[in-house]
């Protein structure tokens, strides 16, 4: 397959592949090969000028044979049907791969998000909330937070929700929420806090040290500002870090914490005191030990895998390596671990969250991240088993994983 191809071509060809390898039920393969449900929506938004812009948004629901749908929004100018379909067959494998009882799905707004003032996003995440409205809910579809969108936007769609419902409160249809409308705590960290533990377990495998351990990480925002934050407390070296402007290397390690600052204030890495600047798509080949690419996909192509020099890949974002791309990585026997195991905090702490907002009991951080922190190392435990057993990737040995888990709620349901 071509690097140019679609998300969606890609993410078939890899089902098809481990649907091969777990020997799945052809049937079972036929019905995951096909989103159940796509929902595509227009909806106008008033601009603070008093014009009106029409906007495009999708929802797919995936797959529910595991439970209620679960997965993120993104806000992106570029966003596809395509993207939105892709990430949605994605999310019903990590779902499952994690031991969730939900099934997968995805939302999508076409829109840059930094082109639009506070009030005229507001607006667009209340129109698009209402828009998809019949399609949401605690035991239908509980979506989450994702690229471009955070916890205003999500407190933003349970406030439109409510609304529309005579105030009825109902935190259990939205994730990612602010912890004072009973979002979790710990959900901000737990997606890096996934990809720190992937890193970590990585190099117990591969026995070298997390200590001093040079990482370079593409995007600093909440899934590589975290994985940042986390691995630098646990002793690594940044050495390296880009955002969608550009990019600034240190050899000798970045002070993190000053750098989100910095980020904080500028709105970029570029300009950081103490730190070269280098070109954002230089990044991935700096001289390092780990590579996270932590933005978007498709960026470990087969020219940027032959020159990474990095002995591991941890996939914060979703897709970033493309089928021939990763073939060059593991020619080369550089150890991936891939996006549904090591980004699958977000989604895990987003059920713990469901599960408190049912309960109206709460937790504390510790206790969030002490329950995730169980259930990411017994999954990768199982996941390197099977690797092991069978001879192939660990991305393989997670799509058989959560492939065998869903082709049996999809039998026990009688659907195929
Ligand atoms: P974000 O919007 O908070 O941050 C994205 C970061 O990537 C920013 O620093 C941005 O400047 C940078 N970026 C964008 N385009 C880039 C480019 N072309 N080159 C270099 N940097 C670029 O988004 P996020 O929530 O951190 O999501 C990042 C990735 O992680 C996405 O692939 C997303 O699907 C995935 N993901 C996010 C979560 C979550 O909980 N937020 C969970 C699972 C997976």
Redesign the pocket.
């Known amino acids: 397959m071509s690097q140019n191809a679609s998300a969606w071509a890609m993410t078939l060809e890899r089902l098809e592949k481990a649907a091969k390898i777990a020997e799945l039920d052809p049937e079972v393969t036929a019905l995951l090969r096909e989103p159940q449900r796509i929902f595509v929506v227009s909806f106008p938004v008033r601009m603070d000028d008093g014009t009106t812009r029409l906007f495009k948004g999708y929802r797919v629901h995936h797959n529910h044979a595991l439970g209620p749908i679960m997965g993120?929004t993104?806000f992106h100018g570029e966003e596809t049907l395509d993207d939105v379909k892709a990430l949605g067959l994605l999310m019903t494998l990590k779902n499952s791969l994690n031991g969730l009882s939900a099934g997968g799905g995805k939302g999508g707004v076409v829109v840059d998000p930094d082109s639009l003032s506070k009030a005229e996003l507001e607006r667009l995440c209340r129109a698009y909330i209402r828009a998809i409205a019949p399609m949401v809910g605690t035991w239908l579809d509980f979506p989450g937070?994702?690229?471009?969108t955070d916890s205003q936007t999500q407190s933003w769609f349970l406030d439109e929700l409510e609304q529309m419902n005579a105030m009825t409160h109902n935190p259990a249809a939205i994730s990612g929420k602010d912890i004072i409308l009973g979002g979790s705590q710990g959900r901000a960290a737990a997606?890096g806090l996934g990809v720190m533990f992937s890193v970590r377990e990585a190099c117990k495998i591969l026995g070298i040290q997390l200590k001093g351990l040079r990482i370079a990480i593409?995007?600093?925002?909440?899934?590589?500002g975290w994985a940042a934050s986390l691995l630098y407390e646990k002793g690594a070296k940044i050495v390296a870090v880009?955002?969608?402007f550009g990019g600034v290397c240190a050899p000798g390690g970045i002070n993190i914490p000053e750098l989100l600052k910095f980020v904080e204030k500028t709105g970029k890495v570029e300009g950081f005191f103490g730190a070269k600047a280098i070109n954002?798509n230089e990044l991935l080949t700096v001289d390092c030990d780990v590579i996270i690419p932590?933005?978007?996909?498709n960026v470990i192509n087969t020219e940027v895998a032959s020159k990474i020099k990095a002995k591991v890949v941890a996939e914060?974002?979703?897709g970033p390596t493309t089928l021939d791309g990763e073939e060059v990585l593991l020619s080369r026997g550089i150890f991936v671990v891939p996006d549904i195991l090591a980004?699958g905090g977000?989604t895990t702490v987003a059920y713990l969250e469901k599960a408190q907002n049912l309960y109206e009991c709460y937790w504390s951080e510790k206790e969030v991240h002490a329950k995730y922190e169980e259930m990411f190392v017994q999954c990768f435990n199982e996941i390197y088993k099977i690797c092991k057993e069978k001879g192939i990737s660990m991305r393989m040995a997670s799509y058989v994983k959560a492939l065998k888990r869903i082709e049996l709620a999809i039998k026990i349901r009688g659907w195929v």
Do not use: I, W, Y
């Open positions: 993120g993104r937070a994702d690229l471009g997606t593409q995007g600093v925002g909440k899934v590589g880009s955002d969608v954002k932590a933005a978007v996909q914060g974002a979703n980004n977000g």
